[in-house]
Every structure is written in structure tokens, then in C-alpha cells.
């Protein structure tokens, strides 16, 4: 099984396979892009697995590839039916609720149905997992969408949260519900709030995950269209960071329960696109249109909650998690045989990490007018070691090494205030 798993990732497990033998753990979602690995990453580790998935939800690859593990026991069920819930859920020591019937994009058309099938379903499980007795439930939350436009850069947990979209605001509900749940009846819980998590195994057609679809467009050939001009920045994380990050939250004594997990730093779209042109070793055709009012312009998580509590950190920086990714499709998917070293090796890029400059994020919110009411202070220390990338922006993408920090507001940070601080 280490050997399978391997081929799947940098995933070395904090915890050894005989401290979990004999724990039985249900991942809700388990045939999901996230799911999926983390089954296959669980069974390595040495717990039992049951898996909870829609009837008919194709396997990814990682889980797959499991075969007939013993240790792994599928399950096909409904997440909004309660009995099938029950019965997935006995007989657990953990839950990891890993199951959206939403994504953020589309949440605002039908709110209603965002809150009775993730949020109430979400609270009957919690209902199920201490009639249960599971002794841990941990939650996939989005760092993307519940701090809503950043008033601070990196974003820390006890930042305010002001979700844009429903899947924000029912994340953060049931964020809530566990808390309640918590001080009420005891149940233990670990939130992490992902940022844009990218691997193998992700689907390249897909109405998310803009690296996995930039990366599928540009093994078909086809123009990658663009929501405004490139310039929003988001903190991408290879999925091998994510499994050993949520595994790590199943058992890891915290003194904290909501945790951020990203790589703590910023990429904007056309620095993804330069990194995909740069592995593949090929131009990509991009179309840039209208922004969208729903993307916040930036997001980087603070991670260091997670550093210290988890002992967590990622151990890949986005070039190499993307060689690793577009390496992995030449069998699966496309047929066409990508070297991913020396295609970035030929094309000479660094691994450096591109930032909008704060003065041209200002030029960049028009499709969010609170981002754009506030003016920004730069602190921090920016580097141009990777000035041809840059350069090919014409000066509106910096590269950057070490920690900056975007303050927003005049002049001062405003002091966190959102509901979680503490
Ligand atoms: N992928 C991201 O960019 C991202 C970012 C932040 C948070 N998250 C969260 O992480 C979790 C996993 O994300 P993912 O990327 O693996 O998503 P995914 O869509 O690949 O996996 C979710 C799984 O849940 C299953 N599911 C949906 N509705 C169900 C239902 N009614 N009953 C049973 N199963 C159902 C789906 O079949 C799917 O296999 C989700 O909660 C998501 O909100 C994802």
C-alpha cells in the first residue's frame, strides 16, 4: 500500500500505521478529488476506512487504484438521507465531512438548497456522530470564501468573516454548529479551512479548480478563457499537502479547531498560466473577460496556526506540485507525454511565486467595489529574482520570496473581529 500511495504524492504520515490500526474512520465524500486520496492515504496510515459516496460517482484514480483493499469499505448513500448517514457513521472513531453539493460559483442560484442539503444535513450528522460516539468530526471548510475581500494579508483565522457567496456563509454555519455541538454535548471537531487545493487525480473538466482546467485546455489546445485580467491571486496547495494536513487533524492534540491549510502563498491566474506554459513547454491562447463580482481579487492564507498546532507544513512549492500533476496526465488523460523538468528547466523558469503589485490591484477590482473603496499599503520585503516573469507582465506581476504583507485600510490592519477570534 506505501508503495501505491507513493506514486501518488509527497504524503509522509505524522502518524505511524500501528498507532491507527484498529481505529475505524468514514470519509463522507471519499470517491471525491480530495476523497480520494485521502482514503488511499488513510488505508496506507492504517485505519479502517469506510467510504461514503452518491451511488454511481466515478473513482478517481488514488482510490481506484485500491482495489480490494480489506481496510477499505465502500459505501453508496445519499448525505441528505439521514438512515444511510446512520449507518455509515456507527461504529466510527472519526469523521472527516468532506461532502458539497454546491460549489461557490454557482451557491447564489439556489441558496435554499445550499442550506437544507449542506447545512441541515450537515447538523443531523453531527446529531448521528454523538449519538455515535465519534470522537472527532473534521470538517473541510474554505479558506477561499468565509473571510470574504481581505483586509490583511496572509489572512489569519481570527480574521473577520464576511462570506460573498452562500457556499461561504453555510461553510461558516456549519463551522458554527460544530462549536455548538462542541460545548453542548462535548463533540470534538477540527475545521480546516482549504484555500485552492490542485493534483493529480483532479478533474481537468470541471467548472473548478482553475489549474486543473488552465492544465486541461492546454494539453487539448483550446483557448483558456479568463474571468478579468488575470491579475486575481489565490494560494494554491498541492494535494498531497491537503491529505497529510486533514490526516494530521484526526488525531493531532490542538489547542486550536479552526485551522487554515494553503501554502501561505500568492499566485495570480497569468502566473499559473506562465508556470503551465513553462512545464509543458508550449504557448497557451488565453481570452481575458469581464471579471467576475463574486471573485474576491486576492486570498493567501496565514498558515502558521497550522505550523505550530498540526506540525504541519507543505512540502511542495507550486512548480514542483504542477510537474507532478502534469507529469501524471500523459498516461491518464491526454496520451501525450509531458516531461515536466526539462520543459521548465528549457524555458528557464523560477519557482518563484508572482504577486499583483498592491498599485495594480487597485486598477484590477472593478467587479468589487468594496475592494476597490480601499486604498493599500505595501510592507514587506519583495524580491525580483524572477524579473523575466515579471518583466513579461510589464512590470504587473511581481515575484516574491519572502513573506509580504498587503496591509489594507489607511494605514493600519483592522483588528480582527471575526466571531472565530480568540
Ligand atoms: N476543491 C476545492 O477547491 C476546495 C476548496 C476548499 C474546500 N473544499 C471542500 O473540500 C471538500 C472536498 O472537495 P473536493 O474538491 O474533493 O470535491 P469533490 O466534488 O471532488 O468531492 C465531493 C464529493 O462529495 C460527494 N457528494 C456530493 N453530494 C453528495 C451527497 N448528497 N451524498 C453523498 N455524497 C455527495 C460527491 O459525489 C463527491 O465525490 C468539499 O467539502 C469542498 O467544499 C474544496
Known amino acids: 500500500m506505501s508503495g501505491l500511495f507513493m506514486a501518488?504524492?509527497?504524503?509522509?504520515?505524522?502518524?505511524?500505521?500501528?498507532?491507527?490500526?484498529?481505529?475505524?474512520?468514514?470519509?463522507?465524500?471519499?470517491?471525491?478529488?480530495?476523497?480520494?486520496?485521502?482514503?488511499?492515504?488513510?488505508?496506507?496510515?492504517?485505519?479502517?476506512?469506510?467510504?461514503?459516496?452518491?451511488?454511481?460517482?466515478?473513482?478517481?484514480?488514488?482510490?481506484?487504484?485500491?482495489?480490494?483493499?480489506?481496510?477499505?469499505?465502500?459505501?453508496?448513500?445519499?448525505?441528505?438521507?439521514?438512515?444511510?448517514v446512520a449507518r455509515a457513521v456507527e461504529g466510527c472513531d472519526v469523521c472527516f465531512h468532506l461532502v458539497s453539493t454546491t460549489l461557490p460559483k454557482s451557491s447564489n442560484d439556489n441558496p435554499a438548497f445550499d442550506v437544507e442539503s449542506n447545512l441541515v444535513s450537515s447538523i443531523r450528522l453531527l446529531q448521528l456522530a454523538k449519538a455515535a460516539g465519534v470522537r472527532r468530526v473534521v470538517f473541510l471548510s474554505s479558506g477561499g470564501t468565509v473571510y470574504g475581500t481581505p483586509r490583511l494579508l496572509p489572512i489569519p483565522e481570527t480574521h473577520a468573516t464576511?462570506?460573498?457567496?452562500?457556499?461561504?456563509?453555510?461553510?461558516?454555519?456549519?463551522?458554527?454548529?460544530?462549536?455548538?455541538f462542541r460545548k453542548l454535548h462535548g463533540l470534538d471537531y477540527v475545521v480546516l479551512r482549504l484555500s485552492n487545493p490542485f493534483g493529480e487525480g483532479q478533474r481537468l473538466q470541471a467548472s473548478q479548480g482553475a489549474v486543473a482546467v488552465f492544465l486541461g485546455k492546454a494539453l487539448r489546445g483550446e483557448t483558456i478563457e479568463i474571468w478579468g485580467d488575470g491579475t486575481v491571486v489565490r494560494d494554491y496547495v498541492h494535494i498531497s499537502d491537503v491529505v497529510e494536513a486533514i490526516t494530521r487533524a484526526a488525531?493531532?492534540?490542538?489547542?486550536?479547531?479552526?485551522?487554515?491549510?494553503?501554502?501561505?502563498?500568492?499566485?495570480?491566474?497569468?502566473?499559473?498560466?506562465?508556470?503551465?506554459e513553462h512545464v509543458l513547454g508550449q504557448k497557451t491562447r488565453r481570452v481575458y473577460?469581464?471579471?467576475?463580482?463574486?471573485?474576491?481579487?486576492?486570498?493567501?492564507?496565514?498558515?502558521?496556526?497550522?505550523?505550530?498546532?498540526l506540525g504541519w507544513s507543505p512540502q511542495l512549492n507550486f512548480l514542483e506540485g504542477l510537474k507532478r500533476f502534469a507529469a501524471s496526465l500523459d498516461v491518464n488523460v491526454c496520451g501525450c507525454r509531458v516531461d515536466a523538468d526539462r520543459s521548465a528547466?528549457?524555458?528557464?523558469?523560477?519557482?518563484g511565486l508572482s504577486h499583483r503589485n498592491p498599485e495594480e490591484w487597485s486598477k484590477g477590482t472593478e467587479g468589487n467595489p468594496e475592494a476597490a473603496a480601499h486604498p493599500f499599503e505595501l510592507r514587506g520585503r519583495i524580491t525580483a529574482s524572477s524579473r523575466p516573469l515579471a518583466?513579461?507582465?510589464?512590470?504587473?506581476?511581481?515575484?516574491?520570496?519572502?513573506?509580504?504583507?498587503?496591509?489594507?485600510?489607511?494605514?493600519?490592519?483592522?483588528?480582527?473581529n471575526g466571531p472565530e477570534s480568540g
Open 8 to 84: 501518488w504524492g509527497n504524503c509522509g504520515f505524522g502518524m505511524g500505521t500501528s498507532a491507527n490500526s484498529g481505529k475505524t474512520c468514514l470519509v463522507l465524500g471519499g470517491r471525491g478529488f480530495i476523497g480520494s486520496h485521502l482514503v488511499t492515504a488513510l488505508a496506507a496510515a492504517g485505519w479502517r476506512v469506510r467510504s461514503f459516496d452518491r451511488p454511481g460517482t466515478s473513482a478517481l484514480a488514488p482510490f481506484a487504484a485500491l482495489g480490494l483493499d480489506p481496510r477499505v469499505e465502500v459505501l453508496d448513500g445519499d448525505f441528505t438521507c439521514q438512515d444511510q
Open 162 to 180: 464576511e462570506p460573498q457567496c452562500s457556499y461561504g456563509i453555510v461553510k461558516l454555519a456549519i463551522e458554527k454548529y460544530l462549536e455548538l
Open 251 to 276: 488525531t493531532a492534540d490542538v489547542q486550536s479547531r479552526i485551522f487554515n491549510i494553503g501554502s501561505g502563498e500568492g499566485i495570480a491566474l497569468n502566473g499559473v498560466l506562465d508556470g503551465i
Open 289 to 309: 473577460l469581464e471579471a467576475r463580482s463574486f471573485d474576491v481579487p486576492v486570498n493567501i492564507l496565514d498558515i502558521g496556526r497550522a505550523q505550530r498546532e
Open 345 to 351: 528547466h528549457r524555458a528557464g523558469f523560477s519557482a
Open 391 to 416: 518583466a513579461r507582465h510589464e512590470g504587473r506581476i511581481w515575484s516574491v520570496h519572502s513573506w509580504v504583507r498587503f496591509l489594507i485600510g489607511p494605514h493600519r490592519p483592522r483588528s480582527s
